[in-house]
């Protein structure tokens, strides 16, 4: 009861700045302070998503359409940057040939690759899926590569002593210790390659919400056009979220009440085996 209390307590002042916000909006609007053509009320908004997807649902198709794009690019682009910097930690002249080759395409613009990826793979959903891979390539190889690579010395030491060869070194130890910078760049990651995706449906496509966005704009209808924007931030808010989950899964360690709750299992397991 407590802590019910406790989370309502924080969550009432935030909504009452919210909706002071949200009245305050509907008033200058209202009163023609602030121009309905460019800034629509919050209330055409809400109206306009219930047009979207309750009474029409045309968003449906093109939210996922949208959501495969980035997740197909993501992981494309994560495998390939997760194995080079596996490769980059474990071989030193592999580092010095591919490091600069990763910078190199991290430092030229994604929107300026989107015409050059277009006419390599078309106007399909193959050009999205590629620039999504393309841009976030990067921040995924730059982690993983900084946790492989973070010097652990008194560890290492620790498990030359105890025998360890060098794979185990590597898998036992070296891969654990990355893990939690492996996740922040595969959050990093995962929302890059949702801009990616809309910035390829922006440039060329039929379909997604970008596109959709676009129609609205060039129609002036800008109540449906944040209304398409307000659903590209929840496809970034349920990809971001799940990595969130996936981290707090797999990164057991960093927090106290899921190190508990895997010691608890881990405790069961090795009683059920000993009473067999």
């Known amino acids: 009861m407590t802590f019910l209390f406790a989370s309502v307590s924080r969550i009432v002042p935030h909504l009452a700045l919210f909706l002071f916000l949200v009245g305050l909006w509907e008033f200058l609007v209202a009163v023609d302070l602030l121009s309905s053509i460019l800034v629509p009320r919050p209330s055409a908004i809400f109206a306009s998503i219930l047009e979207l997807y309750v009474i029409e649902g045309t968003i449906y ?70 620039l999504a891979a393309v ?4 921040p995924i190889y730059v982690n993983t590569l900084t946790g492989l690579t973070r010097p652990e010395s008194g560890r290492e030491e620790l498990f030359r002593q105890l025998g360890a060869s060098h794979s185990q070194v590597f898998l036992k130890l070296r891969v654990p210790s990355a893990l939690p910078l492996l996740f922040a760049g595969l959050k990093i990651g995962l929302t890059t390659a949702l801009i990616g995706a809309v910035v390829a449906e922006f440039a060329q496509a039929t379909e997604g919400v970008g596109v959709l966005m676009s129609r609205f704009s060039f129609q002036l209808n800008m109540g449906a056009s944040i209304a398409t924007l307000l659903s590209m931030t929840a496809i970034g808010l349920i990809l971001f979220y799940s990595m969130e989950f996936l981290d707090d899964r ?16 881990r405790a069961r397991a090795w009683k059920a085996r000993a009473n067999r």
Do not use: D, Q
């Not at 197909?72 to 030193?92: C, K, R």
């Not at 030229?108 to 193959?126: E, Q």
């Open 250 to 265: 797999v990164v057991f360690w960093r927090r106290e009440s899921r190190r508990a709750a895997a010691s608890r299992a």
């Open 135 to 138: 841009i976030c390539f990067f």
């Open 61 to 130: 198709r093109h939210f996922v359409i949208t959501l495969f794009e980035a997740v197909a690019g993501f992981l494309i682009g994560a495998g390939v940057a997760v194995a080079l910097a596996v490769g980059s930690a474990l071989w030193e002249p592999f580092r010095r040939y591919v490091s600069p080759y990763a910078i190199v395409l991290n430092v030229t613009p994604g929107i300026a690759l989107t015409p050059v990826i277009i006419a390599w793979f078309g106007y399909g959903m193959g050009s999205k899926v590629a």
